[in-house]
């Protein structure tokens, strides 16, 4: 049964750092496209990253938002994915899932778009609060 269960959420002040865990069961994550999304208080969807596999190569997607500040891992080894979440803001605050897809082109669509639902698989999330 695929299953993804995130964690390490939890209350930070502006500017600290946290990382996110994935912890995938049921396939191995080398064989999928992995990504975060997000959804902050009375907001939509957001895409926040990828690691999507094209063509044998990883690549890595970050939104505008994200850019420069989050990094997304993985270990193999434990069939886990990362989101290094580092300097936050209160405009970070928000529930992140995991969320999988077999189909890397679809999965770049629906990330991009925000679609977490539209993801093959998904997690129950992990509330990420920072504070000013």
């Known amino acids: 049964e695929v299953q993804l269960v995130e964690s390490g959420g939890g209350l930070v002040q502006a500017g600290e750092s946290l990382r996110l865990s994935c912890a995938a069961s049921?396939?191995?994550?080398?064989?999928?496209?992995i990504a975060w999304f997000r959804q902050a208080p009375g907001k939509e969807y957001e895409g926040v990253s990828c690691?999507?596999?094209?063509?044998?190569?990883?690549?890595?997607y970050y939104a505008d938002s994200v850019k420069g500040r989050f990094t997304i891992s993985s270990d193999n080894s434990k069939n886990t994915v990362y989101l290094q979440m580092n300097n936050l803001s209160p405009e970070d605050t928000a529930v992140y899932y995991c969320?999988?897809?077999?189909?890397?082109?679809?999965?770049?669509?629906?990330?991009?778009?925000?679609?977490?639902?539209?993801?093959?698989?998904w997690g129950k999330g992990t509330l990420v609060t920072v504070s000013s």
């Open positions: 969320a999988t897809d077999k189909d890397v082109t679809r999965a770049i669509m629906h990330l991009t778009a925000g679609r977490r639902d539209a993801m093959d698989y």
């Open positions: 690691l999507c596999s094209i063509d044998g190569s990883i690549t890595t």
């Open positions: 049921g396939f191995t994550i080398n064989d999928y496209s």
